[in-house]
């Protein structure tokens, strides 16, 4: 099992805010996300500070909902240490206007991470590699906790059977924002990737069918330049000429960016990564299609999952 990457540590990020709240004051999660750069960050904020191992010094009774309602566990005892810290009530809620602190003192760190998209976005090559790939590597990532399990399955065009398998597992320091999965998962999956002639990886999320165009499996594919394809369980951002059909494709902004694949219930969002077009994107991930899940993506699934049950039998 290999090591993994540099990663951006947002959980200490969170910590670091929440702990920045004086006596007598409170934020909420909402305050805490807008301070990192995306009020969308909430509820990531607010699963980072209901984790029981935080340290004691963490003073997450002080971060509340924007209502001014305490959190749900141990509501009772929340309010008793406020209200012996300061805090003024009513109707048994924070008095925000009377309480609220927001010079959390961090680096609005989500900001810097839109630009970088943005950057990833005009660096990706929609130009097929020459020849036709004859491996097809899926890759996922399954979470327990802080730990993350990557896999690689690499399947062989031809014969259909997997023909290499490896997995990565590293300590997961960005908890899930939408819009920001690469953040979260490329320091599991950096170690497994390699550019190898007529090898195009698969990733469990978008290409180009993104807000600003640079999904995980665009954002790896130029930061580790390698071919990469998109092939989601569900739509983040686009339209679907189509849903009930078998075949439809998806538009952004009114340019066709990718297409929807059907069978039965399920369905993959396809979308391009880098150094691939939709046509090879969508004939790869419809040739090997099993039950709305391409079959590399889905014996990566297995992989991870198996990894971590191993860890945390």
Avoid: W
């Avoid at 750069?37 to 009774?61: C, I, M």
């Avoid at 989500?110 to 976005?121: F, N, P, V, Y």
């Avoid at 739509?235 to 952004?252: H, K």
Wanted: hydrophobic content about 35%; glycine content about 8%; aromatic content about 6%.
């Amino acid at each position: 099992m290999s090591g993994c990457a540099t990663e951006i540590d947002l959980v200490g990020l969170i910590r670091q805010a929440a702990s920045a709240i004086p006596e007598g004051m409170v934020a909420t999660y909402g305050d805490i996300a807008k301070a990192l750069g995306d009020s969308r960050a909430a509820r990531a904020v607010g699963e980072v500070l209901s984790r029981r191992d935080l340290p004691p010094e963490v003073p997450t009774h002080r971060v509340v909902y924007s209502t001014g309602e305490v959190g749900r566990r141990d509501a009772s005892e929340t309010r008793r240490m406020l209200e012996s810290e300061g805090v003024p009530f009513r109707n048994g809620r924070v008095m925000l206007e009377a309480a609220r602190f927001s010079d959390f003192g961090i680096e609005p760190v989500l900001h810097r991470l839109r630009d970088e998209q943005e950057s990833i976005a005009d660096r990706v090559s929609l130009n097929d590699e020459p020849g036709e790939p004859d491996r097809i590597a899926g890759l996922d990532v399954s979470y327990q906790g802080d730990d993350a399990f990557a896999a690689l399955c690499i399947m062989d065009r031809r014969s259909g059977r997997f023909v290499e398998e490896r997995t990565s597992r590293c300590e997961a320091r960005f908890p899930y924002i939408p819009t920001y999965l690469t953040y979260r998962e490329l320091p599991a999956l950096a170690p497994l990737v390699k550019d190898v002639p007529g090898t195009v990886y698969l990733m469990d999320g978008h290409g180009i069918l993104h807000p600003r165009r640079a999904g995980v499996a665009s954002h790896i594919g130029v930061a580790l330049d390698v071919p990469t394809v998109g092939a989601a369980k569900t739509l983040l951002t686009g339209t679907v000429d189509s849903p009930e059909a078998e075949r439809s494709r998806i538009r952004l902004e009114g340019e066709v960016a990718g297409c929807m694949l059907r069978q039965g219930r399920k369905a993959a969002y396809v979308s391009p990564g880098h150094r691939t077009t939709l046509r090879r994107a969508v004939r790869l991930c419809f040739e090997s299609l099993q039950k709305g899940i391409p079959a590399p993506l889905r014996r990566a699934h297995e992989l991870a999952n198996q990894a971590r049950k191993e860890a945390y039998p």
